[in-house]
C-alpha cells in the first residue's frame, strides 16, 4: 500500500484540522452547556451553527461520491478524515459525516429507489433531517444477525411490522425522520441468510413506540441517544422494501464494512486525543518531587500508546486500502482484524490517560471518561470482538486446508 495521498487529500486534511482548530474545539465546552439546559433532546445551536459554516468550505458530506454532491473520496482517503472528525464525539455530525446516517444514506444511495432518494436521502444529505437503524433486539442474541425474530410480513400492497429493537441509535433526536429496520420475511427459508429484509419506517409511522432511552455508562447521548423501540402492527407501503425480500444480510455486508472503518479512525481519533491530554498532563504535574513526566511507568505508557495508536491506524488504513482495491468481501479479514484491534487499543490508551489524571480522570473536566464509554462500546458494535475474531480464526485457517 502506498501510503502517500493526493495534493487534493492533503489540502482536505488540512480544511478538516484548521475547522477543527478554529471552530469545533473553542466550543466543545458550550457543546456541553446546551445540552446540559432546559430540553437535553433538542439539537444545539452550536452544531447548527457549525453546519453552516462547514457546507460553506466544501466540507460537507465527505464520505459519498461526487455523483451526490459528495467529496469523491476512496475508503483509504476519507479514513484519514474521520481519524480528524473523530477528535471530538460530537464533531461528525457538523460535516454531515455521523454515524448511522452516513451509513443510511450509503445504503439508499446504493440500494434505494429515486422515490426513496427524493423523499430522504436529499434531506439527509441537505442535513434536514436524521435517521436511525433498527437491527438489535433485546430478546435474542444479535451477534448472531440469523437470530433476529422482528416480523416483515406481506398483506396486499404493503407490509406489516412488528419487533421490539434496542439500541437503536439516533431514534431520540426530534429530527430523526426515517429508521431502516432489519426483520424475518421468510422465516422458513432454507438459507438462513435469505430469511432477512430491510425496509424503511418512516418515524412517525403508527406503532413505532419508544420504550425508553438507553444510557451507556451512564450517559445518554443526548441529543442522539439510542432507544429501545416496539413496532406494533406498523404499516408501510411495500414499495418501502429495499432491494427486494430476503436481501437484508446483502445490504448489511454493503452497510457495514465502510462504517466499520469509519468507526476505527474515529477511535484513533479519539485515542490521539487523549495521549495528547496525557502527555500535557504528565508534563503539567508534579509527584513524590519530579513532574510524572519523569515517572517510568509514564514514559512507559506514553511509549506503549504511541505504539498501539500507529500500529491501529496502520492496519485500518491497509483494510480500506484492500477494500478500494478488492473489494468489501476480499477484505473482511483485514475489516474484522481492525474491528477488533482499535477499540481494544483505544480502551486501553485512555484507561492510562485517565489514570495520569488522577481522579480528574473520571469526571468530564477533560472528556476522558465519555470517550471510555464509546470506545468500550464499540467491542460491541457493528459485532463483538468474540465474533470478529472467530471469522478471523477461520479465514487463517482456511490458508492451510
Known sequence: MDFEFSDRVRELQEKVSRFMDDHVYPNEHRFHEE???????????????????AKAQGLWNLFLPES???????????????EIMGRVHW?????????????NMEVLERYGTDEHKKEWLEPLLAGKIRSAFAMTEPAVA???????????????????????????SGIGDPRCKILIFMGKSDAKNPN????????????????????????????DDAPHGHGEVTFENVRVPASNMLLGEGRGFEIAQGRLGPGRIHHCMRLIGQAERALEK?????????????????????????ADA??????????????????????NKAARKEIAMIKVAAPV???????????????????????????????RTLRFADGPDEVHRNQIGRLELDRWN
Open 142 to 168: 444479535s451477534s448472531d444477525a440469523t437470530n433476529i425474530e422482528s416480523e416483515i410480513r406481506k398483506d396486499g400492497d404493503s407490509y406489516v411490522i412488528n419487533g421490539r429493537k434496542w439500541w437503536t
Open 35 to 53: 445540552v446540559a439546559k432546559g430540553d437535553r433532546w433538542q439539537p444545539t445551536a452550536v452544531v447548527e451553527e457549525l453546519k453552516e459554516k
Open 192 to 219: 438462513k441468510y435469505q430469511q432477512q429484509s430491510m425496509i424503511l419506517v418512516p418515524r412517525d409511522a403508527p406503532g413505532v413506540n419508544v420504550l425508553r432511552m438507553l444510557p451507556v455508562f451512564g450517559y
Open 278 to 302: 496525557m502527555c500535557k498532563r504528565a508534563k503539567s504535574r508534579v509527584a513524590f518531587g519530579k513532574p510524572v513526566a519523569d515517572q517510568t511507568v509514564t514514559l512507559e505508557r506514553i
Open 306 to 327: 504511541r505504539i498501539l495508536i500507529d500500529q491501529a491506524r496502520f492496519l485500518t488504513l491497509h483494510a480500506a486500502w484492500k477494500m478500494d482495491t478488492v473489494g
Open 68 to 82: 451526490r454532491r459528495g467529496a469523491g473520496l476512496k475508503n483509504h482517503e476519507y479514513a484519514t478524515l474521520c
Open 345 to 375: 487499543m483505544a480502551c486501553q490508551v485512555i484507561d492510562w490517560a485517565m489514570q495520569v489524571h488522577g481522579a480528574a480522570g473520571v469526571s468530564e473536566d477533560f472528556g476522558l471518561a465519555a470517550a471510555y464509554a464509546q470506545a
Open 91 to 103: 464533531a461528525p455530525e457538523v460535516f454531515n459525516c455521523s454515524a448511522p446516517d452516513t451509513g
